[in-house]
């Protein structure tokens, strides 16, 4: 079974630039989440999608963060214009549903560095 | 406001040997703990979960246990091994709350031969 995909792994861009990140997540997967990961936290969950509706997006910067999963399926991650403390890894997570017990599974991450 | 805490940044254990990581949290809504461990450059992969119905859960070589009363989870991997070098993640959720994951900030962990 292939995994959480995500583009790109690296992005360099300078300050007031935008830059997206893409998911697909695993197939047949309902919910899908994007976290952030700065260096030396824990992962920050930024926006929660039930196919292609959201479920939570209270953390996700919304004057200049913006995410979509049109068609229930693969997702982008948009940050317009980037600040230097949006360096981090931005991590995707799919699970099946989002029941309690569901196990949440996580690609490898884009790591930004904003400059 | 961080409902989760691992207070050890690091912990190095011998091979062989015991290793117990632990966590404390705030917020007593969370029923389900989960650890993740991730290695460099990859996303954090599932390793164990316990529900706030349980004190313990098992799986081959790990071991969560729970002490509701505390808010205090621990991990235990019995007999660690070198792979088992990397990063550990507690995590919980409130399941009113949309099932986020709240996460520590991690342990890393080092099983020296």
């Known amino acids: 079974e292939a995994g959480v995909a995500q583009s790109p792994r690296y992005k360099i861009i300078e300050k007031r630039q935008s830059v997206a990140f893409w998911c697909n997540p695993i197939?047949?997967?309902?919910?899908l989440y994007w976290y952030q990961q700065i260096l030396g936290q824990g992962p920050k969950l930024l926006i929660q999608?039930?196919?292609?509706?959201?479920?939570?997006d209270s953390q996700l910067p919304k004057d200049r963060f913006s995410a979509e999963r049109l068609k229930g399926v693969d997702s982008t991650l948009k940050i317009q214009p980037a600040k230097l403390e949006d360096s981090a890894v931005y991590l995707c997570?799919?699970?099946?549903?989002?029941?309690?017990?569901?196990?949440?599974?996580f690609g490898p991450g884009t790591r930004l560095l904003v400059l | 406001d961080q409902q989760v805490k691992q207070n050890s940044p690091s912990l190095s254990v011998q091979e062989g040997r015991i290793s117990i990581l632990n966590c404390d949290y705030t917020?007593?809504?969370?029923?389900?703990f989960l650890w993740y461990k991730k290695y460099p450059a990859e996303g954090p992969t599932f390793l164990i979960s316990?529900?706030?119905?349980?004190d313990k859960n098992e799986d081959g070589r790990f071991t969560v246990f729970l002490n509701k009363s505390a808010k205090h989870l621990s991990l235990h991997i019995v007999p660690s091994q070198p792979g088992d070098s990397a990063v550990y993640f507690c995590?919980?959720?409130?399941?009113?709350?949309?099932?986020?994951?709240?996460f520590g900030k991690g342990t890393s962990l080092l099983v020296t031969p």
């Open positions: 197939s047949g997967h309902a919910t």
């Open positions: 316990i529900s706030s119905i349980k």
């Open positions: 997570a799919s699970s099946l549903g989002s029941s309690v017990g569901e196990t949440q599974y």
């Open positions: 995590a919980a959720r409130d399941s009113n709350s949309g099932y986020a994951l709240n």
């Open positions: 999608f039930q196919n292609n509706g959201v479920v939570d």
């Open positions: 917020n007593s809504m969370f029923d389900y």
